[in-house]
């Protein structure tokens, strides 16, 4: 299975961005979908995830701004970002957690770099 993260660039704050993933491979069944960031300096942190019965959660920081969708029919899992803050600037990834070939795997997009100056 491999994710591919895109979407990311330079915003000025007050801005948006919407961040895709797209999973190709081997058939995957899901669990469970998230997106980290790690910003200069810092460890990675958790974004924002979806839960197994559909639920959502998301890190204080950004509740009210960023939004996690998947669309399953597009392999495709999105991070909607709005009313960025420069505090927001970091890499990106995207994780998915789930069963292949009847064991469970992690996987990780490659990240993609948000950069919130003016």
């Known amino acids: 299975v491999q994710l591919q993260a895109s979407g990311g660039g330079l915003v000025q704050p007050g801005g948006s961005l919407r961040l895709s993933c797209t999973a190709s491979?081997?058939?995957?069944?899901?669990?469970?979908m998230a997106w980290y960031r790690q910003a200069p300096g810092k460890q990675r942190e958790l974004v924002a995830l979806?839960?197994?019965?559909?639920?959502?959660n998301y890190t204080d920081s950004v509740k009210g701004r960023f939004t996690i969708s998947g669309d399953n029919a597009k392999n495709t899992m999105y991070l909607r970002m709005s009313s960025l803050k420069s505090e927001d600037t970091a890499v990106y990834y995207c994780?998915?957690?789930?069963?292949?070939?009847?064991?469970?795997?992690?996987?990780w997009g490659q990240g993609t770099l948000v950069t919130v100056s003016s």
């Open positions: 994780y998915q957690g789930g069963v292949v070939g009847g064991k469970w795997g992690n996987f």
């Open positions: 491979g081997s058939a995957f069944s899901v669990v469970t």
């Open positions: 979806i839960l197994p019965d559909g639920g959502t």
